[in-house]
C-alpha cells in the first residue's frame, strides 16, 4: 500500500467514525426493557419487524445512509406536526444512539 493509498484509508475510516455512534454501554436489563420498548411501543407505529406501517420502515435499508445523529435527534425530539413523538422523557442520549445501532445493523429482537 502506498503512501497516498494509506492515508485514503484513513480519511475514509476517519469519515467512517464521524457519522457513526459509538455503542453505549447499557446494563443487561436496561438492553432487553429498551428493546421490548422498540417491538412494543415503536412497533406499534413502525410494524413489529420495524418493516413500515404508520411510520416508515427502520430497517436497515431503509436507514442506509441517513445520518446516526440526525436519526438519534428524531428518536428524541419526535417530527413536530407527524405521528411521530419524542421519546426524551423515557430515554437518555445514549439509550437513543443504543436503538439507532440496533435499527441500522439490523439486530432488532
Ligand atoms: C405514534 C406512532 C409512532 C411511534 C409510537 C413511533 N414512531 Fe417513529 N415515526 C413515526 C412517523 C409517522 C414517522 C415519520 C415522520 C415524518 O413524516 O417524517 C417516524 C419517524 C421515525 C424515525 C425517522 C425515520 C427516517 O427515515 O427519517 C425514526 C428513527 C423513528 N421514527 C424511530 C422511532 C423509535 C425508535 C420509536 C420508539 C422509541 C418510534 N419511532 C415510535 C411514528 C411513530
Known sequence: MT?????A?????ASALVVSLAWADIAAPRRAALSNL?????????GLTMRGG???ALTPEALAGKPPVMLRD?????RP??????????????????LVQVLINGLVP
Open 74 to 78: 428524531v428518536i428524541l425530539h419526535g
Open 3 to 7: 503512501h497516498v493509498q494509506r492515508a
Open 9 to 13: 484509508t484513513l480519511a475514509a475510516v
Open 81 to 98: 406536526g407527524t405521528p411521530m413523538p419524542p421519546w426524551q422523557p423515557f430515554l437518555t442520549v445514549e439509550e437513543a444512539e443504543w
Open 38 to 46: 422498540l417491538v412494543q411501543d415503536c412497533g406499534s407505529c413502525h
Open 54 to 56: 404508520l411510520g416508515p
